[in-house]
């Protein structure tokens, strides 16, 4: 649909950007703070320094957030590190850990930003990896103890919690992000998954209970699945695509419930979880208050292949895409590529945004939406216009989403300042501030800010109305 005249972004609209503990702060084991999956599984290349140092902003968060000021933000999405919490997982708190987080919340705070707290993003302690992880049952306790411990003590400052970031990738390729052990049969997978749910459960109604004024939600990936043509089998795939990818995690955070389509799919495949007594009640026992999702591209996906060649080749999770006799993965001829080859759709952005509003109709909270790219520093300046056009098409679909009646809450893009990518280390850039470092020298990891910063900045300053 097309309209004569935009509605406006709401007053309170939330202009934010995002990052995540490992790939930001670096100080992997300083103060007390324990490794995590991400440590443990040596997942950056021997020789780099990617984690343990990342953008050091555990120890420049200060002129970070000056930085995130006269950027303008409204919020900034960051995730608190459970190992600096509770280094082993489920152990002693640690102070330190519990002290630099104070001390970030506090200076977003008295710049005027809004916190956006993830609870885990990707770093599951190792000592609870060590244990089985999100496969043993314990870890729920575990995660509820780490949830009773940051809602005390930072709950009269954070108001916006996200519980799990990404659990559906983790699913589905988490061996491409670092977070799980090569050779994982599917039923380990989906056993785990259904343990992140509970503890998903768990979180939102201690959140509830501990912080009556808080608002608390998932942050799964969500990306519309097109069929690669109008035969009626491919439109099944996609439509299969869709219930495995996106509403079996979203069904259960909001409704309860395990999705039908994606439950026999798990019964087919053998990947089915043991559900204990009681599991469904609590599943069904919780309502979040609103929906954080992270949106890079679409996927298109086609009938299963008569040669099994279903999975498109790559190295990520928006390139490898398909599961023999499920369905095929397929390009899209009609959408240009970044130059790491995933799928630009901006319009798919906002069907993204009528299919989650129309489904579940919850506040819509985007917090991460981005281009990486290997962008130059040149005398002090990086000229990104590239990632100005990406945003400003992806933005103008938020308005005409907002115009289609969804209710926004916000846009935390990824990210705030450059960190670890998750596949190609320091090289590929996302943020709107460069750090200058590079894959295996630190060099001086000074600040600079990019064109996109002062372009957003603009943006945000007129509410949207200028994305010149």
Same mark, same amino acid.
């Given at each position: ?88 997982? $489920? ?31 990707? $770093? ?164 979040? $208050? ?153 060099? $001086? ?24």
């Amino acid at each position: 649909m097309q309209y004569r005249e935009l509605k406006a972004f709401p007053a309170d609209f939330l202009w934010g950007a995002s990052s995540s503990a490992y790939q930001v702060e670096g100080a992997w084991n300083e103060d007390g703070k324990g490794p995590s999956v991400i440590d443990a599984l040596g997942y950056y290349p021997p020789g780099t320094s990617d984690y343990t140092v990342a953008s050091d902003h555990y120890h420049r968060f200060a002129e970070d957030v000056a930085l995130f000021a006269e950027l303008g933000l409204k919020a900034y999405r960051f995730s608190i590190a459970w190992t600096r919490i509770i280094p082993d997982g $489920d152990g002693e708190v640690n102070p330190a850990g519990v002290a630099f987080y104070h001390r970030l919340i506090d200076a977003l705070v008295a710049a005027g930003i809004t916190p956006i707290a993830t609870m885990y993003h990707f $770093d599951l302690p190792a000592a609870l990896d060590a244990k089985g992880g999100w496969q043993n049952r314990e870890c729920v306790d575990a995660f509820a103890k780490f949830a009773e411990v940051i809602f005390g003590e930072y709950g009269d400052k954070v108001k916006h919690w996200l519980t799990i970031n990404e659990q559906n990738m983790m699913v589905l390729y988490g061996e491409a992000i670092g977070t799980v052990k090569p050779g994982q049969p599917k039923s380990a997978l989906y056993q785990a998954n259904h343990h992140m749910m509970l503890a998903q459960a768990k979180a939102n109604l201690l959140c509830h209970e501990l912080v009556p004024d808080g608002l608390i939600g998932p942050a799964p990936n969500i990306a519309l699945c097109y069929p690669e043509t109008c035969h009626p089998l491919d439109v099944l795939a996609a439509d299969d695509f869709n219930a495995i990818r996106n509403w079996l995690y979203l069904d259960m955070a909001v409704e309860g419930r395990y999705n039908s389509v994606a439950w026999a799919y798990l019964e087919e495949t053998g990947a089915a979880p043991q559900i204990a007594q009681g599991d469904l009640e609590l599943l069904a026992s919780v309502r979040p $208050d609103f929906i954080a999702f992270n949106y890079y591209a679409t996927h298109t996906v086609a009938r299963p292949r008569s040669d099994g060649q279903d999975v498109a080749t790559g190295g990520d999770q928006q390139i490898a895409v398909g599961e023999k006799g499920i369905y095929a993965g397929a390009s899209n001829p009609f959408l240009p590529h970044t130059e790491f080859g995933w799928e630009i759709d901006p319009i798919g952005f906002r069907n993204t945004f009528r299919a989650l509003w129309d489904r579940y109709h919850l506040p819509l909270l985007v917090t991460e939406n981005g281009l990486g790219a290997f962008d130059k520093l040149e005398d002090g300046q990086v000229h990104d216009s590239y990632r100005i056009d990406y945003l400003r098409d992806h933005i103008a679909q938020i308005q005409l989403a907002v115009s289609d009646g969804v209710d926004v809450m916000g846009y935390c893009p990824w990210s705030a300042i450059d960190l670890v990518s998750t596949h190609q280390g320091v090289s590929k850039r996302y943020g709107f501030i460069y750090v200058r470092r590079d894959e295996f020298d630190l060099l $001086d990891l000074a600040r600079f800010k990019k064109d996109s910063f002062h372009w957003y900045a603009k943006v945000i300053a007129t509410s949207g109305a200028d994305l010149s």
